[in-house]
DNA sequence: AGTTGACCTGGAGTGCACTCCAGGTCGTAG
DNA sequence: CTACGACCTGGAGTGCACTCCAGGTCAACT
């Protein structure tokens, strides 16, 4: 199967610009064409774009996407360079699961201080004692 | 106690500049000067900081620090809208949790298929068959 | 034949969150 | 008394990741 651009970016969830943006600064490899010159999108093309966006969730820069999408180039030599990339980036993402769980306790704890002051059970105010706790 | 710019950056982990910028902006309530005319901070322009930064971390815009900051300095009235602030902030940080684990997952199934080929189990190349499984 | 709508290109513009700079003041150390 | 380092101000500059625009092509309706 082929796919328009404007079907591309439906699918993958990314603006028609974004896709063309994607291409120019080599993270896509340019797509087929069809007769008329249009971007014909396989789906083998899809499939790296999901895990492209999945990069992008993570927080990864686009410049190290951009150093992944030039070692796929490379076939498979570059493939332990490519896992090491990964294996980074598993751990920066656990990290940042850590880290946002550390502020979900602190948003809970302010939280429970102004429920607290809802149900008039004492009336500190919430943000004058800082995160103590 | 009282804190110079620097000691402030230091303990809060924010640069100096940035420290200017918030002030800049509202973020913070100016703080008291010594007879210099240098920036004093006290403990709780440290705690208000700390928390901003927890903020910050979970990936609220500045513009919504923004409405917290001015909504604390109208008083005790504004705690309801505060406290629906965080309760939607603490949402959002959910779900962005949520949406990061699906991507360890998927980060995991790469960088398994990536051990298989290093093993030689097999020699699909990891990057051809999209994130399907 | 004409109009429409989706697509094309190269390049400029946007919003965000800082970050840096020039030129100046102040208080302490030598 | 001067040299130094930390601080001050208003304003300009930066990097990132898009996003928008003008002007043009092409195939399909009416």
Known sequence: MSY?????ARRSGL?????????RIKLLDPPARDT?????????????LAFLTKLR???????SMREYASLRRHGVASA?????LLVDQRRSVAE???ELQGCLDVLDYKIDNYAQIERKAFGVEPDMEGISA
């Open 36 to 48: 008329a010159g249009r971007r014909a999108y396989s789906d083998e093309d899809l499939g790296w």
């Open 80 to 84: 332990g360079r490519r896992k090491a």
């Open 15 to 23: 603006s028609i610009d974004t896709l063309r943006y994607y291409e």
């Open 96 to 98: 940042r699961i850590a």
């Open 57 to 63: 969730t993570t927080g990864m820069p686009i410049k």
């Open 4 to 8: 328009s651009i404007a079907e591309a």
